[in-house]
């Protein structure tokens, strides 16, 4: 079936049929919530629609769904993200395990409506899970997946499963759908053990939480994140028993023998993956780690991809202000600092929808090459297509 980015997620969240979705439109995710909606109208789905007046109000009616025991969703992008800040944080302190869709787009100012990944790294202390997408195939896939890992009794915690705006959520590939009552079988009923509607124990949920139990709340968020690395890899194992289709934390791609690789997710992985074949071609033993899962941080598989490695880039589509380098950078270095490692480099690129391309990567290889043969960094964090000052 021929579908764009979101018409793949919106047509996966049907098959799940959700209890609850909280709308509010926002280019580039407008037509992923417009059509879930028409499958509203047209009785495919049997699912609470609420119309709100605001992103805040989306998440926050998303959360009072899920606290009364509904599987709930909803979907948004750059601006929409920042507008439910305060509540992002709500879902994830109260455990509830609710499922967005954020389309990547840049933030202001200036106004921009096209791809990078400002809003998704701007949320990634919030606490919630985050799943990057390839391709709509992967948006379709990881969304579906992204049910049975927020909900597993030893994460609850949301999961926003993101993908590149522009790039993916309005170009069309053919994507493998499943039937639909694989993908009920496979999601099952959601059944919560402790929800606000259940007159057999009832509970309070996010009251004032004052000092002697804050931090202990906050501790027992970071053990939800981390267990789900495991469920992560253990619902992909299952994914692959019935589509064949294969999900990791990571994605390595000619990593076997590969002496330098770039770091990517998103969309760009694909053009990074013809970037490396491109310097294959030309004798050059380049190699990619696709991050899939960015939170929680893989940081035990990526020491393993790379392990070998004589010199890593690192791309981010986002800048993290004030710091040296973006987002995954800062984490790729942290966590290899414990051990002899490569000399890493972090690349900026993509800004506010600026294309990457082949050429564009190829280009970070050959600096890797130059670093790998030299042991020499003459710049740490570098701009890739940008147009410097004349």
């Known amino acids: 079936m021929a579908l764009t980015g979101n018409d793949a997620v919106a047509e996966a969240l049907r098959q799940v049929n959700p209890d609850v979705a909280a709308i509010y439109p926002i280019t580039p995710q407008t037509e992923m919530m417009m059509k879930f909606a028409q499958y509203y109208a047209d009785g495919k789905v049997d699912t609470e629609v609420v119309c709100v007046e605001s992103e805040h109000s989306a998440m926050s009616a998303t959360v009072g769904a899920a606290a009364a025991g509904a599987r709930a969703i909803t ?55 985050q799943i990057y997408s390839e391709s709509a195939q992967e948006a379709y896939d990881n969304t579906i997946q992204a049910f049975r890992i927020a909900e597993h009794p030893d994460v609850l915690t949301p999961a926003m499963v993101t993908l590149d705006g522009f790039i993916l959520s309005h170009t069309m590939e053919v994507i493998d759908i499943l039937p639909d009552e694989e993908v009920k ?23 004032l939480d004052l000092p002697p139990h804050y931090f202990e709340h906050k501790r027992q968020q970071v053990e939800g994140l981390d267990n789900s690395l495991d469920v992560i890899r253990q619902v992909a194992r299952e994914y692959k028993e019935m589509t064949g289709r294969e999900y990791d934390l990571l994605e390595l791609y000619k990593m076997e023998d590969a002496e330098i690789a770039v770091m990517a997710l998103g969309s760009s992985a694909g053009t990074a993956k013809e970037a490396v074949d491109t310097m294959r071609d030309k004798g050059v033993k380049a190699g990619l780690i696709k991050v899939r899962v960015f939170r929680p941080f893989p ?64 280009g970070v290889f050959e600096e890797l090459a130059e670093v790998a043969k030299t042991g020499k960094v003459k710049q740490l964090v570098n701009y890739v297509n940008l147009r410097e000052p004349e």
């Open 299 to 362: 940081v035990v598989a990526i020491l393993e991809a790379t392990s070998n490695l004589k010199a890593l880039g690192v791309m981010d589509r986002a800048i993290a202000f004030g710091a040296q380098g973006g987002a995954v950078f800062l984490e790729t270095r942290s966590a290899l600092y414990e051990r002899s490692h490569p000399p890493v480099l972090s690349y900026i690129y993509g800004l506010g929808g600026r294309d990457v391309t082949i050429e564009h990567i190829a």
């Open 75 to 129: 979907a948004t992008s750059s601006a929409g993200m920042a507008l439910m800040w305060e509540i992002l944080y709500v879902a994830a302190s109260n455990r509830l395990p609710i499922v967005m869709a954020l389309v990547n787009r840049a933030l202001s100012a200036p106004i921009n409506i096209h791809c990078d990944h400002s809003d998704g790294m701007g949320a990634r202390d919030t606490g919630w899970l």
């Open 185 to 207: 079988k496979f999601v099952g009923e959601y059944k919560p053990e402790n929800y606000l509607l259940n007159t057999e124990h009832p509970l309070t949920m996010g009251p």
